[in-house]
């Protein structure tokens, strides 16, 4: 990522994105909680990408360089921690689940970024008590770093739906099917076809955030049927793409 912005402070507040803007790949030495409270946020590092719809928060340590990604019109609260301040003890990036109580508690301090009074200091402190108990979602899309693989995956972010099986995209690209599998346990830390999974549950959060019939992401991920995408995505996220909508 070119032109790195360093930003000591992690920034706490709120910040409205468009639907396509974003921020710049940018560093800052404290931990940073990124919520959005509006539409969907992708958070992209070197070791690949991860995406938050409204129940989710993300996780972002001290130092980590990364570039946030609006998917529809978003409401981002920013929650900067010292880095004393690591309630999960998490040293890489991270999606949180977000229950009620934590979202109305990341809402109310971002909104008041200035306030230094007793009352906000104890509601930072409810804050980090709600996120001791937040538990890690497994959304997270890994970054290849052997070109071979990298070749395979690229195929499939440019189009989510390629049935081709992994013998089949590694005969596109010159490489044997038991090469790549080994390199998506060593690199991926995942088997191919949960990697893919992966992939297709980011690209449907984007378009549903855009604004995409159900039936129109099912067809555009790669999904057989609208019932068998709703049934993944319920599992993966613990509500229909619908009640997504509801939330963001």
Sequence with gaps: MPRIRHTPQATTGLRPLPAGGGVDAHRHDEHQIVYAGRGVLAVTTDAGSWIAPANRALWIPAGTVHEHRAYGATDLHMVGLAVADNPLRLEQPAVLGVGPLLRELIIEYTARPGDASAERRRL?????????HCAEQPVHVPAAGDPRLAAVCALLHDDPADHRTLRQ???????????????????????FPQWRTQLRLHHALRLLAEGAPITAVAHRCGWASSSAFIDVFRRAFGHTPGARRALG
């Design 124 to 132: 930072r402190a409810v804050l980090l008590d709600q996120l001791r």
């Design 169 to 191: 995209l590694g005969a596109a690209v010159g490489v044997g099917e038991r090469t790549l599998t080994r390199l998506c346990a060593a690199e991926l830390g995942m088997t």
